[in-house]
């Protein structure tokens, strides 16, 4: 099951760049939005437990008071859809249990059908053997997350800026989370690039394919 | 741009699973496999460093050495292309020098002119604060060309597994990459699922929405 081609592919991941100022005016429509939202969702993660939160963020003000949490840069405010990725910082067997009751469901099964399945979980993640850390773990399938959201936004035509550049702790704060089980990684502001980004016409930069690339 | 309607995305996500099992006869077609190859090399990064290698095997004696070290799962084995996802393990201003002259020569400018440019990043990473380990840094980054890559491959219709089921030193000593600066964080199979995968009709298990969504 082909959607695209190859060459369409490589065209929407050229066209992609980190976006520096968004056209303020330009929102993403419901159902385009729908789609990312389902992005997100739908990534894959390690056992499936999808140790994470995605904080969407719309509101005006709320976007406004992430700019000087983000090294001022403007992106939070000018964007349509702001996303910030959050990781579990820890995890317990009540955590795994609800993904097992999840997969119970989905798949219709009984939970006791699945208990091997669980003690391989709790075998390796509770506790995490020593030098594994769960919000490292945790992080890790975030940026899974941030990957396929930026790819899934590009297909589709829609732009967007990775943001590492902020300010975790101050984050967490202002959204709510901090305490919560989960912690800012990461955040990918989405929407359109203003008409007069002067990026958007600056030569990518990459390695050449055989610096970083070893066919073995 | 749009290259794909946002109904279309979703469907090839869904479409989209860990293959268990790959059809060994069917390889990823040359132009199919460039295109996937870009997407790597093209996935944005930290301050754009790259800091990764993609190893991509292909060689049938190779890939079944990879299975004893992969808990004895045969998608090494059985897909048609393997990439073992390496990143860089320290960070030295050799490194951020040949990034800087890249840059240049890229777009056509004077290094000099970057001078700021490196300084920055020096001053973030070589050495890195306190708490900051490069290695994690460079796995996240490797990780969001995973997420990359899984969703390439899906919108092009191509199969995948991640995998982090793997000894990564173990990888390292049979590729050959002990010692030379990057080290095996992970890796995903591409190729095709076999016809009798039966994983390809399981119920694909996430939690709603409301769940792993907030709005704000």
Redesign the interface.
């Known amino acids: ?16 760049y ?1 976006v520096k100022k968004f056209d303020p005016a330009r929102k993403i429509s419901p ?2 939005w ?11 993660s ?1 056992f ?1 437990l ?1 140790p ?8 005006r003000a ?1 976007k406004e008071k992430l700019v000087p949490l983000s090294w001022r840069q403007t992106q939070p405010a000018d964007c349509s859809h702001f996303v910030v990725f959050a990781a579990r910082t820890t995890l317990s067997e009540r955590h795994v249990d609800e ?1 097992v009751a ?2 119970a469901e ?2 219709g099964v009984p939970p006791d059908s699945l208990a091997g399945f669980r003690k391989m979980m709790i075998g390796t993640l509770v506790p995490p053997r020593p030098g594994f850390e769960i919000k ?1 773990w945790a ?3 975030a ?10 936004a590009a ?3 829609v732009d967007t800026c ?1 943001m ?1 550049g902020i300010e975790p702790a101050k984050y967490d704060e202002l ?1 709510g989370i901090s305490d919560s089980g989960f912690a800012t990684i ?1 955040a990918c502001a989405a929407g359109y690039r203003a008409a007069d980004d002067k990026y958007a016409v ?6 050449p ?1 055989e610096v ?5």
């Open positions: 099951m082909q959607a695209l081609s190859p060459e369409a592919l490589v065209c929407q991941l050229k066209w992609r980190a159902d385009t729908a789609a990312l939202e389902q992005s997100l969702v739908l990534t894959p390690s499936g999808q994470w939160k995605f904080l969407v963020i719309t509101d709320m993904y999840r997969v989905v798949r490292h992080s890790l399938q940026y899974i997350a941030l990957g396929n959201f930026m790819t899934s297909v589709i035509g990775p590492e959204l990461v600056v030569p990518k930069v990459r390695f394919a970083v690339v070893q066919r073995v």
